[in-house]
């Protein structure tokens, strides 16, 4: 039987099944006398330090083993600190006299919802975490003990309805070869601390603890996103065959990272790094990163128990600053639409998020919030090669108010005495149709400017990237985003202002070689892990040949005439790299951030 799922780390493992039991509890509403309702507070309080004790020791294990989940850590333990999460359910304890477990799940199911407004795939992500935080809050509320997994003495592959943080860190690392959760998404924690560990994964494989025992033989297939139970010994073999060749393929790649992305013809593109946090930077230069193309600097917000200062963002920029050298380093300025710690704790409710105040518009709404980001980001520009980049711009007049800030915030540093780069180089992310069509406008504002195509294809097709019922809707080959990109690309060209592709359709191998075709691009920017085959891609083409490809495609109407064409032309000409038998290649869906 084959099961399928988002793969969140690659490459394939085969083994026994351990099925953890991990499901969720049956919480029983009961309520408690007027007397004993202070007891009740008191038992929350205990296991809310309980728990924070756990994650404390959780983290310290943690950082022995990957850093970017350290940090994630962190933000379950910030979580714990939450006013709403905490003063909500003794609230309610309070007000309805009813037990703890009830009163806290009655809290998260109203956290919950808030999720739903958010239109961030990565915050999005946060809510199994949550949910994750609260079970273990839950157990130890009822006095339940934490899953040790101290049975496991042998190789397994662990299935399970989800995994709280503390049994991913405690997992025997030595033996979990594969990781199947029936929650969780492309960013949820298990695939961040799997990657790390290089452990194949797989989540939101529905019902698989139904459908798996412990003991069964399965196999993880990482790259396709796929469960196989019971396979037959012929399957076995192939997957022997398929994870063999992907470990030599990984090899090879990895022997690329001290080349330059050159084309056969002398065209050389920069690859970039996109990045959330600090913690990531160790591993660029492993994936031969030539610099930083976004900073993502949301993530410095959410972990923070309160609006991150001035110092603390300088200090964040600086050592990403420093860490690079003369590597260039694009700080995007805060894009996020909804954040509690903006609001005081209060929601910013919005009917419709996406086209709400996000990114520059917030930005522009909290002045300050933008004053306080571009100082740090001014002073740390002494230390290395700096970038800024706006977000969200729909109009040349939120980038020359930006600037205004800007030249107020480089006023203050004249004043207190303190050097930056005077010459710092603005960007614009070209996200919006309005951006898109206005190109030759919004270019005569800025230094140079970076295509977010995640949002640029959500706003261009109508279609919400973080929304499962239009998924198949989120064409990234539809002709209306490639006579966009080339639209931008010429209009940049003529001006000879840099232009880089920031969204995920940038760091996708199968879209490379259409996307040079389609005109001139300075730089990629991608999660690193995919610099080598791009890199390889580019190393491998002409560009007339890439033109000729754009030229053909952009004849083409329809999306997935488009999408087949593509695919078949690389898997041609890349048999290695987009094999069916190997399937490395990352599907054609959105993969947004
Ligand atoms: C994009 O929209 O393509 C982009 C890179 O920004 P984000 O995914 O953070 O919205
Ligand atoms: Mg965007």
Redesign the pocket.
């Known amino acids: 039987m084959t099961m399928k799922g988002i793969s969140v780390s690659k490459g394939v493992a085969i083994g026994k099944a351990y099925r953890l039991d991990a499901t969720k509890f049956c919480i029983i509403k009961y309520h408690i006398l007027e007397a004993d309702v202070e007891k009740e507070v008191a038992r929350f309080h205990q296991a809310i330090e309980k728990t924070k004790l756990q994650m404390f020791e959780i983290k310290k294990s943690a950082e022995k083993v990957a850093d970017k989940y350290a940090v994630i850590l962190d933000t379950y333990s910030l979580l714990l600190d939450d006013d709403i999460l905490i003063n909500d359910t003794i609230e309610n304890i309070r007000k309805h006299k009813t037990n703890a477990e009830w009163s806290l799940s009655e809290t998260l199911n109203n956290f919950l919802k808030l999720f739903d407004n958010i239109n ?3 915050l999005k992500g946060k809510k199994d975490d949550l949910d994750l935080l609260v079970q273990t809050i839950l157990k130890n509320l009822v006095g339940h003990a934490q899953e040790t997994m101290s049975d496991i003495h042998e190789p397994v592959i662990i299935a399970t309805h989800s995994l709280s943080p503390s049994d991913t860190i405690m997992m025997p690392k030595n033996f979990v070869k594969g990781l199947i959760t029936e929650t969780g998404g492309k960013t949820s924690h298990v695939g961040i601390f799997a990657a790390a560990l290089g452990i194949p994964a797989i989540t939101g494989v529905k019902e698989v603890t139904s459908k798996i025992n412990s003991g069964d033989q399965i196999i993880v297939d990482g790259i396709d996103g796929e469960v196989i139970i019971s396979p037959s010994s012929k399957t076995i073999q192939q997957y022997k065959n398929k994870q063999a060749n992907y470990r030599k393929y990984e090899e090879s790649l990895l022997s690329n990272i001290n080349q330059q992305a050159e084309s056969l013809d002398g065209y050389q593109v920069n690859l970039l790094a ?1 990045i959330e946090s600090n913690h990531e930077i160790k591993n660029l230069h492993k994936f031969g990163a030539e610099g930083v193309g ?1 900073y ?1 600097t ?1 993530f410095l917000y959410l972990a923070a128990a309160s609006l991150p200062r001035e110092k603390d963002l300088y200090e964040n920029f600086k050592q990403v600053v420093q860490e690079m050298g003369k590597q260039p380093v694009v700080i ?1 300025t805060l ?1 996020i639409g909804m954040d509690k710690q903006l609001d005081d704790g209060k929601t910013n409710e919005e009917d419709n998020p996406a086209l709400g105040l996000r990114g520059i518009r917030l930005s522009l709404a909290k002045p300050q919030l933008l004053a306080d980001q571009l100082k740090a980001i001014l002073k740390a520009s002494l230390h290395g090669n700096v970038k800024i980049l706006y ?1 969200m711009i729909s109009s040349t007049t939120e980038i020359i108010k930006a600037n205004k800030i800007l030249e107020q915030v480089k006023d203050e540093l004249y004043i207190e005495k303190i050097s930056f780069n005077e010459k710092i180089e603005v960007g614009a ?1 070209i ?1 919006t149709p309005a951006a898109a069509i206005c190109i030759d406008h919004i270019i005569n504002e800025v230094d140079y400017i ?9 706003y261009l097709l109508a279609v919400d990237r973080v929304n499962d019922n239009v998924a198949h809707l989120y064409q990234p080959f539809h002709p209306s985003v490639l006579r966009s990109l080339k639209n931008i690309m010429h209009s940049a060209e003529k001006t000879g202002k840099k232009v880089s592709i ?4 940038g760091g996708d191998p199968m879209a490379t070689m259409l996307l040079l075709g389609l005109g001139k691009i300075d730089a990629l ?1 991608m999660e690193p892990h995919s610099i080598p085959k791009v890199k390889k891609i580019i190393r491998t083409i002409r560009i007339q040949e890439a033109q000729k490809l754009a030229d053909d495609v952009l004849k083409m109407s329809c999306p997935n005439e488009i999408s087949t064409f593509i695919i078949n032309e690389m898997r041609a000409r890349f048999p290695e790299d987009f094999d069916r038998s190997l399937s490395f290649e990352k599907k054609i869906n959105p993969t ?2």
Do not use: W
């Open positions: 961030d795939n990565y996109n976004l993502r949301e995007r894009d977000p992310m996200e970076s295509i977010g195509t995640n949002d640029l294809i959500q920031c969204g995920e359709l920017s947004s951030s």
